[in-house]
């Protein structure tokens, strides 16, 4: 990624118990993230790649266009948020992936999402 592009993307989980059923071996969390554009240029993002893994080694790739239905342009200096969730079998798992950016003048990068976990309360101490 140029210098020109930089995005920061952060992410908070929770989980939501009321929709889980642990007996079931499903765990729902929800998660926001919020992408930060700290560049020189405006992008938009195009679309997402997530790599989903449980504790017992299981691993989802969900792939698709733009987030929540949306392929936000951001300004340099803005940022976007949104929600949304994850449903896996196990009470602690992880997330990672990246958005494919399509910059102001034409250029197509990644910008990496940073591993996050998802983790039912009181699993880790």
Same mark, same amino acid.
């Given at each position: 990624m140029?210098?020109? $592009?930089? *995005?920061?993307?952060s992410v908070k989980t929770e989980y939501i118990e009321e929709q889980s059923e642990p007996e079931n071996e499903r765990y729902?969390?929800? $998660? +926001?993230? +919020?992408? !930060? #554009?700290?560049?020189?240029? @405006?992008?938009?993002l195009d679309s997402r790649h997530w790599v989903i893994t449980d504790a #017992? @080694? !299981?691993? +989802? !790739?969900?792939?698709?266009?733009?987030?929540?239905? !949306?392929? &936000? *342009?951001?300004?340099? @200096?803005?940022?976007y948020q949104y929600s949304s969730g994850a449903v896996i079998a196990t009470p602690i798992g992880t997330m990672e992936g990246d958005y494919s950016m399509?910059?102001? #003048? @034409?250029?197509? *990068?990644?910008?990496?999402? &940073?591993?996050f976990s998802l983790t039912t309360p009181g699993v880790l101490h």
């Open positions: 140029s210098e020109d $592009y930089q *995005f920061q993307i729902v969390f929800a $998660y +926001t993230v +919020t992408i !930060e #554009n700290t560049g020189e240029l @405006g992008a938009k #017992n @080694g !299981e691993v +989802t !790739e969900v792939q698709g266009q733009g987030v929540i239905g !949306e392929q &936000p *342009f951001i300004e340099p @200096g803005k940022s399509i910059g102001q #003048n @034409g250029a197509e *990068f990644k910008a990496p999402i &940073p591993v």
